[in-house]
């Protein structure tokens, strides 16, 4: 089950500040930049019947109540209905660098702030969004009578990850035995395909399984993740992101060109004998039935996968993606974004919102993707900054540990991260 977030912060770290949705040009940036994180509290929003949906949209981005601080200010974020938002807190990263220890006095300030406002205090509180023509809006909920430090908040971090490192994460997440902090778990679990070597046992595209390496496999698993998930048709009319716990801010493309020196032949070729595969719990594969036939070490795909498509009716005119036209698009590298992040700003611009952008990684000139995590382990006010601390830790981790790319003759996998989280 999603529950809705209804009152996040947002805490930017380490990141110059940008619009929500901001136009992207192929970019790096120069320095090493970490940690957006959102913190989700389930019971809070601010309504304003009969405000119209472009009024509610212009209130995105805008200061809530005043609420501004050293390095953050309290501003409001959309959800899919008119007349209602939230509030999320944005640090501005501009002044904030990874390692300094500032991001955790900055989840320490926002815990502060949010005591200080303490706005469900009085039923009914009116507060006031900059800008905007709706105004003044009703904080509805929690009880009067919650306590701040009874406050759940449900976190989401977003940071620049290498494939490879993001490979890891997924592995901890299939193994469900792991406590870092950047690994999530939740209802959609089972929708994550963690390609493995084995899925490449018919050397598909030429590419033998003992030389395929950990950021193709990251990169094989997000497509093809994506792709079978357009199979549930709940997931149509709502963002993809809500299928994974990893979501790529940084659009597919981009993403491609990471590993296409590693990838010969047709991309969409490749993704149609993927596609034959599925995990068993034993760490196994077998022939998925909906899209082939054959055996496993000869797999015989169908027109199944080639007829999946997502589709988004709630928009006039109405938006779709078929799952072929996806993957050839990135395969031929077409005009960024790529089609399922163009797909996603019908509904709501987070995959690939970032358009080609990328970013150094901490005490390295290399440049990766940007990637937010999902649906993590809900924590207290009090324990923001411990929260701030140990995402940094763990991103430093990653990043010393994934400085290289993998090369070729590398076994993948067999790399631990003992102290980063």
């Not at 955790?104 to 509180?125: E, Q």
């Not at 003992?210 to 048709?233: G, M, N, P, W």
């Not at 709630?314 to 078929?322: G, K, Y």
Request: hydrophobic letters at 35%; aromatic letters at 8%; proline letters at 7%.
């Amino acid at each position: 089950m999603h529950l809705l977030p209804l009152m996040p912060i947002m805490l930017t770290a380490f990141a110059v500040k940008l619009p929500l949705y901001p136009r992207m040009d192929l970019c790096e940036i120069e320095v090493a930049e970490v940690e957006m994180v959102t913190l989700d509290a389930p019971t809070e929003t601010m309504l304003l019947r009969g405000c119209s949906y472009r009024n509610t949209w212009a209130a995105k981005g805008k200061v809530v109540a005043g609420r501004t601080g050293e390095n953050f200010e309290l501003t409001a974020d959309t959800t899919r209905d008119p007349g209602q938002v939230r509030a999320e807190y944005i640090l501005d990263g501009r002044n904030i660098k990874v390692g300094s220890g500032d991001a955790a006095r900055a989840g320490d300030a926002i815990a502060k702030d949010v005591a200080d406002w303490f706005p469900w205090k009085v039923p009914g509180t009116k507060v006031e969004i900059a800008n905007n023509k709706c105004n003044p809006w009703t904080i509805a909920g929690p009880l009067p009578k919650t306590e701040l430090a009874d406050l759940g908040w449900e976190p989401q971090v977003t940071a620049p990850m290498p494939l490879e490192a993001l490979y890891y994460l997924m592995k901890e997440q299939v193994d469900g035995k792991t406590d870092n902090v950047l690994v999530g778990f939740g209802y959609n679990d089972d929708s994550l395909v963690l390609v493995t070597e084995k899925f490449f046992q018919s050397k598909p595209n030429g590419i033998d399984e003992s030389t395929v390496t950990d950021d193709v496999l990251a990169f094989c698993s997000l497509v093809l993740s994506y792709a079978k998930a357009a199979k549930d048709e709940d997931t149509h009319g709502v963002s993809p992101k809500l299928s994974l716990t990893f979501m790529p801010r940084t659009e597919f493309n981009t993403l491609y060109r990471q590993i296409k020196p590693k990838i010969p032949g047709d991309l969409w070729e490749l993704f149609r004998i993927l596609a034959c595969y599925k995990n068993m719990r034993n760490g196994e594969v077998k022939i998925d039935g909906d899209y082939c036939d054959g055996s496993e070490s000869n797999p015989e795909p169908n027109n199944n996968f080639a007829r999946l498509k997502y589709k988004n009716s709630r928009v006039i005119p109405h938006a779709q993606v078929n799952i072929n036209d996806w993957i050839h698009g990135i395969g031929v590298l077409s005009p960024f974004p790529d089609r399922l992040s163009g797909y996603d700003e019908s509904i709501d611009r987070s995959i690939g919102g970032l358009r080609a952008r990328t970013e150094k990684m901490y005490n390295s000139q290399r440049s990766v993707p940007i990637f937010e995590f999902r649906s993590l382990d809900p924590i207290k006010t009090s324990d923001i900054k411990a929260f701030m601390e140990k995402v940094d830790k763990t991103v430093q981790g990653l990043h010393e540990m994934f400085a290289n790319p993998p090369q070729e003759q590398e076994t993948p996998g067999r790399r631990r991260l003992c102290d980063a989280h």
